[in-house]
């Protein structure tokens, strides 16, 4: 059973306009959420976290929302650039220092 | 380099033949995960060492699949009697202590099983 879901497997937005990645998640347990970004043939990359006691995180051109009681994660990157063209995944754990369960991913294409 | 190596980077093997695929973390980064992502689909998580304590091995597929730590440094996830399902890439990632946004991914080692 996938804990935490992306159902958009992929996604293309134009250059300048705003990406909205989506991400939701069964297990109530989860306290902790972060996203990952990842390119062809290297490692994923940490990009941004939001913990359960807020509902907001902005990072530069970044910004996570949680919405907990739908249990619903969005990642919105704007302006988007092309070398935003990556797969994207989200992530979730119990607490800061527990184990990550990842979600399947959606690739992002950013058309100049 | 400082970052997270992973040796081989490429390995075809035949069904049924024991394959190991070596992680070595980032200096001082008490915690060391594996994954693997098969084609398509997203990063299932394996095994997690977290400094001396038991690790986590409730994501290892089936008893074919065993980790191992050594030192707190360098690890070993060993494959056996492979099969044409186990065919994906295996990540590593090590991070520092109760710092899970810090998890610093290898580049993985691409595993085809013919």
């Known amino acids: 059973d996938q804990q935490v879901k992306q159902n958009s497997p992929s996604l293309s937005v134009q250059e300048g306009r705003i990406s909205i990645l989506n991400c939701d998640y069964t297990n109530s347990m989860f306290d902790y959420f972060l996203w990952y970004k990842k390119y062809p043939a290297e490692g994923p990359t940490f990009l941004i976290s939001?913990?359960?006691?807020?509902d907001k995180n902005e990072d530069g051109r970044f910004t996570v929302f949680l919405n907990k009681s739908a249990k619903h994660l969005s990642l919105h990157i704007v302006p988007s650039q092309p070398g935003d063209s990556a797969v994207y995944f989200c992530a979730a754990s119990k607490t800061s220092y527990d184990k990550v369960i990842f979600g399947p991913g959606t690739s992002l294409s950013v058309i100049p | 380099g400082a970052g997270v190596s992973q040796s081989p980077s490429n390995k075809v093997t035949e069904k049924g033949k024991d394959v190991e695929l070596r992680c070595d973390p980032i200096?001082?980064?008490?915690?060391l995960y594996w994954y693997r992502q098969s084609l398509g689909q997203g990063l299932e998580f394996l095994i997690y060492f977290q400094g001396n304590s038991a690790p986590d091995k409730s994501g290892l597929p089936s008893d074919r699949f065993s980790a191992e730590r050594t030192g707190g440094s360098v690890s070993t996830l060993t494959i056996q009697r492979t099969q044409q399902e186990d065919s994906a890439v295996y990540l590593c990632?090590?991070?520092?202590?109760?710092?899970?946004?810090?998890?610093?991914f290898g580049p993985g080692t691409r595993l085809l099983v013919l």
């Open positions: 939001i913990s359960s006691i807020k």
């Open positions: 990632a090590s991070s520092p202590r109760q710092a899970v946004e810090t998890q610093y």
């Open positions: 200096s001082g980064h008490t915690a």
